[in-house]
Protein backbone atom coordinates (compact mmCIF):
# COMPACT_ATOMS: atom_id res chain seq x y z
CA UNK A 1 0.00 0.00 0.00
CA UNK A 2 1.51 3.37 -0.67
CA UNK A 3 1.63 5.89 2.23
CA UNK A 4 -0.03 9.48 1.38
CA UNK A 5 1.67 12.44 2.46
CA UNK A 6 -0.37 15.98 3.05
CA UNK A 7 2.20 19.04 2.46
CA UNK A 8 0.31 22.06 4.33
CA UNK A 9 1.69 25.24 3.40
CA UNK A 10 0.42 28.39 5.69
CA UNK A 11 0.56 32.03 5.52
CA UNK A 12 2.06 33.65 2.92
CA UNK A 13 4.04 30.96 1.35
CA UNK A 14 1.93 31.71 -1.83
CA UNK A 15 4.07 34.26 -1.88
CA UNK A 16 7.65 32.43 -2.68
CA UNK A 17 9.68 34.10 -5.08
CA UNK A 18 8.46 37.51 -3.99
CA UNK A 19 8.31 37.86 -0.47
CA UNK A 20 12.02 38.76 0.81
CA UNK A 21 14.04 36.42 -1.26
CA UNK A 22 17.00 37.39 0.86
CA UNK A 23 15.43 34.54 3.31
CA UNK A 24 13.07 32.32 1.08
CA UNK A 25 14.71 32.18 -2.40
CA UNK A 26 13.73 33.35 -5.43
CA UNK A 27 11.76 30.19 -6.29
CA UNK A 28 8.08 30.40 -6.41
CA UNK A 29 5.62 27.99 -5.03
CA UNK A 30 5.05 26.17 -7.87
CA UNK A 31 8.58 25.00 -7.84
CA UNK A 32 8.81 23.81 -4.45
CA UNK A 33 5.15 21.87 -5.23
CA UNK A 34 6.66 20.44 -8.15
CA UNK A 35 9.73 19.00 -6.78
CA UNK A 36 7.80 18.35 -3.25
CA UNK A 37 5.58 16.18 -5.85
CA UNK A 38 8.86 14.82 -7.51
CA UNK A 39 10.61 13.25 -4.06
CA UNK A 40 7.49 11.85 -2.91
CA UNK A 41 7.09 9.65 -5.80
CA UNK A 42 10.57 9.12 -5.62
CA UNK A 43 10.17 7.59 -2.09
CA UNK A 44 6.87 5.77 -2.75
CA UNK A 45 4.85 7.98 -1.12
CA UNK A 46 1.44 9.96 -2.62
CA UNK A 47 1.18 13.33 -2.10
CA UNK A 48 -1.45 16.35 -1.89
CA UNK A 49 -0.55 19.51 -1.53
CA UNK A 50 -2.66 22.58 0.03
CA UNK A 51 -1.92 25.92 0.74
CA UNK A 52 -4.14 28.87 3.25
CA UNK A 53 -3.69 31.66 4.71
CA UNK A 54 -6.52 31.24 6.79
CA UNK A 55 -6.04 29.63 10.34
CA UNK A 56 -8.96 27.28 9.89
CA UNK A 57 -8.88 26.37 7.22
CA UNK A 58 -5.42 25.20 8.30
CA UNK A 59 -7.13 23.46 11.09
CA UNK A 60 -10.06 21.77 8.80
CA UNK A 61 -7.33 20.34 6.55
CA UNK A 62 -5.62 19.03 9.77
CA UNK A 63 -8.96 17.18 10.68
CA UNK A 64 -9.79 15.73 7.35
CA UNK A 65 -5.80 14.48 7.30
CA UNK A 66 -6.37 12.41 10.38
CA UNK A 67 -8.56 9.64 8.00
CA UNK A 68 -7.06 10.31 5.02
CA UNK A 69 -3.50 10.33 4.96
CA UNK A 70 -0.89 8.76 6.64
CA UNK A 71 1.42 11.84 7.80
CA UNK A 72 1.64 15.44 7.32
CA UNK A 73 4.52 18.15 6.34
CA UNK A 74 3.29 21.64 7.84
CA UNK A 75 4.99 24.49 7.35
CA UNK A 76 2.75 27.08 9.69
CA UNK A 77 4.43 30.01 8.80
CA UNK A 78 4.16 32.84 11.26
CA UNK A 79 1.08 30.99 12.84
CA UNK A 80 4.13 28.48 14.24
CA UNK A 81 4.57 30.92 16.87
CA UNK A 82 1.32 31.68 18.30
CA UNK A 83 -0.98 29.48 17.10
CA UNK A 84 -2.44 27.20 19.79
CA UNK A 85 -5.92 26.19 17.57
CA UNK A 86 -3.50 24.76 14.98
CA UNK A 87 -0.89 22.83 18.04
CA UNK A 88 -4.23 21.27 19.23
CA UNK A 89 -5.52 20.14 15.83
CA UNK A 90 -1.88 18.47 15.49
CA UNK A 91 -1.99 16.67 18.77
CA UNK A 92 -5.70 15.67 18.37
CA UNK A 93 -5.54 13.87 14.86
CA UNK A 94 -2.15 10.93 15.66
CA UNK A 95 -0.45 10.02 12.57
CA UNK A 96 2.51 12.23 12.15
CA UNK A 97 3.55 15.52 11.81
CA UNK A 98 6.62 17.03 10.40
CA UNK A 99 7.52 20.86 11.04
CA UNK A 100 9.14 22.56 8.69
CA UNK A 101 10.81 25.87 7.76
CA UNK A 102 12.70 27.05 5.05
CA UNK A 103 14.78 29.57 7.05
CA UNK A 104 16.50 28.94 10.50
CA UNK A 105 13.82 30.20 12.64
CA UNK A 106 15.97 30.39 15.57
CA UNK A 107 18.45 32.51 13.70
CA UNK A 108 15.49 34.96 12.63
CA UNK A 109 13.78 37.40 15.29
CA UNK A 110 13.65 36.91 18.43
CA UNK A 111 9.49 36.15 17.85
CA UNK A 112 10.00 33.60 15.14
CA UNK A 113 12.79 31.11 17.28
CA UNK A 114 9.87 29.81 19.63
CA UNK A 115 7.42 27.80 17.85
CA UNK A 116 4.20 26.52 19.84
CA UNK A 117 3.62 23.26 17.76
CA UNK A 118 6.97 21.61 17.65
CA UNK A 119 6.42 19.98 20.90
CA UNK A 120 3.31 17.94 19.33
CA UNK A 121 5.06 17.02 16.01
CA UNK A 122 7.13 14.21 15.43
CA UNK A 123 9.94 16.05 14.50
CA UNK A 124 11.21 19.79 12.93
CA UNK A 125 13.56 20.43 10.24
CA UNK A 126 14.48 24.15 9.39
CA UNK A 127 17.18 26.19 7.98
CA UNK A 128 18.06 24.35 4.70
CA UNK A 129 15.61 26.15 2.15
CA UNK A 130 13.41 24.16 0.09
CA UNK A 131 15.91 21.29 1.02
CA UNK A 132 13.60 21.53 4.37
CA UNK A 133 10.68 19.51 2.31
CA UNK A 134 12.62 17.04 0.72
CA UNK A 135 14.32 16.06 4.07
CA UNK A 136 10.71 16.07 5.64
CA UNK A 137 9.55 13.67 2.45
CA UNK A 138 12.52 11.11 3.05
CA UNK A 139 11.59 10.83 6.73
CA UNK A 140 7.94 10.30 6.28
CA UNK A 141 8.93 7.91 3.68
CA UNK A 142 10.91 5.96 6.53
CA UNK A 143 8.20 6.29 9.48
Known sequence: MIKKILVIHGPNLNLL??????????????VLNHNI????????????IFQSNHEGAIIDKLH??????????????AY?????????????????VI???ISNIDAREEFRSKSVIAPVCRGSICGFGFMSYYLAVQAMAEL
Open 17 to 30: GEREPGVYGSAGID
Open 37 to 48: IDRAKENGLECE
Open 64 to 77: TARTSFDGVIINAG
Open 99 to 101: EVH
Open 80 to 96: THYSYAIRDAIAAIKIP
